[in-house]
């Protein structure tokens, strides 16, 4: 079983900025793809941004520009640096790792853009 820990949420204003992280409890964390979801209240999670174990990446339209996945393996650790922050980025992001059959979320942080 891994554990994942998402960090790094919080009330931010429009426009700013906030950087979240997921830390991996596995030493074959770089085996994983790991990406960042969101859940709004009311709406279907959906999917924000991916990277690959060759760090390729991936955004959905709406935060291409805005957000950044990275990863350091040696911390086990993925991050989205979310920048120009709207109100309608308000929501609960989690991080999700796969691997082969093996398919982990972890808890949710929430993210607040309100003025």
């Known amino acids: 079983q891994v554990q994942l820990v998402e960090s790094g949420g919080g009330l931010v204003q429009p426009g700013g900025s906030l950087r979240l992280s997921c830390a991996a409890s596995?030493?074959?964390?770089?085996?994983?793809?790991v990406a960042w979801y969101r859940q709004a209240p009311g709406k279907e999670r959906e999917s924000v941004a991916t990277?690959?174990?060759?760090?390729?990446?991936n955004y959905a339209d709406s935060v291409k520009g805005r957000f950044t996945v990275s990863r350091v393996n040696a911390k086990k650790t993925v991050y989205l640096q979310m920048n120009s922050l709207k109100p309608e980025d308000t929501a609960v992001y989690y991080c999700?790792?796969?691997?082969?059959?093996?398919?982990?979320w972890g808890q949710g942080t929430q993210v607040t853009v309100s003025s």
């Open positions: 999700n790792a796969r691997y082969s059959v093996n398919n982990y």
């Open positions: 596995t030493t074959m964390f770089s085996l994983y793809t």
């Open positions: 990277i690959t174990t060759v760090f390729g990446t």
